[in-house]
Every structure is written in structure tokens, then in C-alpha cells.
């Protein structure tokens, strides 16, 4: 018998919608929680490992992005995916109240509300996707179409 899980919010709504997906743990002793060693430590390819992080237009509009851990956003190609001007990331004070999960722990499912979401279409590629389940140590392994249709998400070039 393994331990019982601690469910979180994204997990929760993965069950309900009936979703297929699998569970990977990590200690987070060392404190090392950035993406790519969260692949190491769960003996995952680091393309497969993406991250979520959100951004504002600075007019109360917010967006998601889930991009490769190892890339960075490309904030003009997602401003322009987002139908902005111009985008910026929230500070990470911000994303708690935002979207009920800390940095580290910041899954694209389950969030307060349900932002428009646009998911790196090198994810479009993979067998299944790896993001966050919504805590720091846990992440959640799922096909890219049932990430991508449970946040209601788009698929677009983000990273430079």
C-alpha cells in the first residue's frame, strides 16, 4: 500500500473531468525546486517538465503561460498570442492571492479563476506533459490534449 496522496485543487479537477494522469513526487529538502532539477529529481526529460507562469497587460487582464522549464517566455510572441500591446510577468507577491498557489507550487489547473491560458506548441509533440499539481514536491504527468482541454488552452510559440 503507498501513502495516500494529499489531493490539491488541480488533482481534484483532473478526477472530476476524468483525466488519466500520474502523480510524481520530489523531495524538497535542498530546496532546489526550479524546473529543471524537478526533472532531474523525477528522472524526466527536461523538455517534457513545463512550467506555468502568469501575466498581466496592467490593466487587470491576466494570462497563462506553460512553457518548457529550461525556456524562457517570450513576451513579445506571448503578448502578441494574448491579443496585447504589451505583457509583463506578475511579481511573485501577486500569484498567491491571484491564483491560490505559491511559486513552485503554481499549476495551470485549478487556479481561483480560470484564465485565458496559452500552452508552448512544442508541447503539442509530447506523449504526455508534465506541470505542477498544485505544491511544491508534486507534479502531475497528463497528455497535452487533456492539459490543453481542461484550461481551455491554445497552443502558440512562446519561447525564444
Known amino acids: 500500500m503507498g501513502k495516500k496522496i494529499a489531493k490539491t485543487n488541480a488533482?481534484?479537477?483532473i478526477?472530476?473531468?476524468?483525466?488519466?494522469?500520474?502523480?510524481?513526487?520530489?523531495?524538497?529538502?535542498?530546496?532546489?525546486?526550479?524546473?529543471?532539477?524537478?526533472?532531474?529529481?523525477?528522472?524526466?526529460?527536461?523538455?517534457?517538465?513545463?512550467?506555468?507562469?502568469?501575466?498581466?497587460?496592467?490593466k487587470g487582464q491576466f494570462y497563462v503561460f506553460v512553457i518548457p522549464v529550461a525556456n524562457e517566455l517570450d513576451l513579445k510572441a506571448a503578448a502578441k498570442i494574448a491579443?496585447?500591446?504589451?505583457?509583463?510577468?506578475i511579481a511573485v507577491k501577486e500569484l498567491l492571492g491571484l491564483t491560490g498557489y505559491i511559486r513552485g507550487g503554481c499549476s495551470p489547473v485549478g487556479m481561483k479563476k480560470l484564465f485565458p491560458?496559452?500552452?508552448?506548441?512544442?508541447?503539442?509533440?509530447?506523449?504526455?506533459?508534465?506541470?505542477?499539481?498544485?505544491k511544491i514536491g508534486m507534479q502531475m504527468k497528463l497528455?497535452?490534449?487533456?492539459?490543453?482541454?481542461?484550461?481551455?488552452?491554445?497552443?502558440?510559440g512562446l519561447t525564444m
Open 11 to 13: 488533482i481534484r479537477i
Open 117 to 134: 491560458t496559452f500552452i508552448d506548441q512544442s508541447a503539442e509533440q509530447l506523449d504526455f506533459i508534465i506541470v505542477s499539481a498544485g
Open 143 to 156: 497528455l497535452p490534449q487533456h492539459l490543453l482541454e481542461v484550461v481551455k488552452a491554445k497552443y502558440g
Open 15 to 58: 478526477e472530476q473531468q476524468k483525466i488519466p494522469y500520474e502523480v510524481l513526487e520530489y523531495t524538497v529538502d535542498d530546496g532546489a525546486v526550479d524546473g529543471v532539477t524537478v526533472a532531474q529529481k523525477t528522472n524526466q526529460k527536461v523538455e517534457t517538465v513545463f512550467k506555468t507562469l502568469i501575466a498581466t497587460n496592467g
Open 83 to 89: 491579443g496585447e500591446k504589451k505583457i509583463e510577468l
